[in-house]
T-cell receptor
């Protein structure tokens, strides 16, 4: 079955430190890949997406992600975290192999300590 | 700005009393989705409209229904809410099956 794995349920980083959130998917030769962020009580905001082309994609709020086909991964990174980045982050995969629907990971809650 | 709007943001209903949640969009997208999200969980797709075609997920309870009277609007009807239906309900839209854009959500409380 298609699945998306975010192995870290919680991550705590210091403000100003770098961040990497991991995401692995199990199925699909050419998936569509997404990262969304959700603040408490809010909807999901699209950070970035990958469909094809350059495997390093830039998103909003200083985030970037790299698609590695050999590792079936799409990890999210930010060089310097701000307190306002504290939120829940969801990796999602879509495309024809996923029935043209989004399959979400379980999410990673990011805490930022000052 | 083009966007997805959900009303109300908070809805309180009584056990068994029908409730309707609303979603509208100015993106002119042809696909609209309804998700249910419970605390500390990922969103769960309930159903979606691809143009006028309704697509129900296999595990969506019959208690949940949807209407899409036109391209811009989509409604989620919960016929007899139970305590287990308390959740955040998220509407999303997309052009065909590309990127989904989400609304701010409606938090439903069932008393």
């Amino acid at each position: 079955a298609q699945s998306v794995t975010q192995p870290d349920i919680h991550i705590t980083v210091s403000e100003g430190a770098s961040l990497e959130l991991r995401c692995n998917y199990s199925y699909g030769a050419t998936p569509y890949l997404f990262w969304y962020v959700q603040s408490p009580g809010q909807g999901l905001q699209l950070l970035l997406k990958y469909f094809s082309g350059d495997t390093l994609v830039q998103g909003i709020k200083g985030f970037e992600a790299e698609f590695k086909r050999s590792q079936s991964s799409f990890n999210l990174r930010k060089p310097s975290v701000h307190w306002s980045d504290a939120a829940e982050y969801f990796c999602a995969v879509g495309g024809k192999e996923y029935g043209n629907k989004l399959v979400f990971g379980a999410g990673t809650i990011l805490r930022v300590k000052s | 700005d083009a966007m997805v709007i959900q009303n109300p943001r908070y809805q309180v209903t009584q056990f068994g009393k029908p409730v309707t949640l609303s979603c509208s969009q100015t993106l002119n997208h042809n696909v609209m989705y309804w998700y249910q999200q419970k605390s500390s969980q990922a969103p769960k797709l309930l159903f979606h409209y691809y143009d006028k075609d309704f697509n129900n997920e296999a595990d969506t309870p019959d208690n949940f229904q949807s209407r899409r009277p036109n391209t811009s609007f989509c409604f989620l009807d919960i016929r007899s809410p139970g305590l287990g239906d308390a959740a955040m309900y998220l509407c999303a839209t997309s052009r065909d099956t590309e990127t989904q854009y989400f609304g701010p959500g409606t938090r439903l409380l069932v008393l």
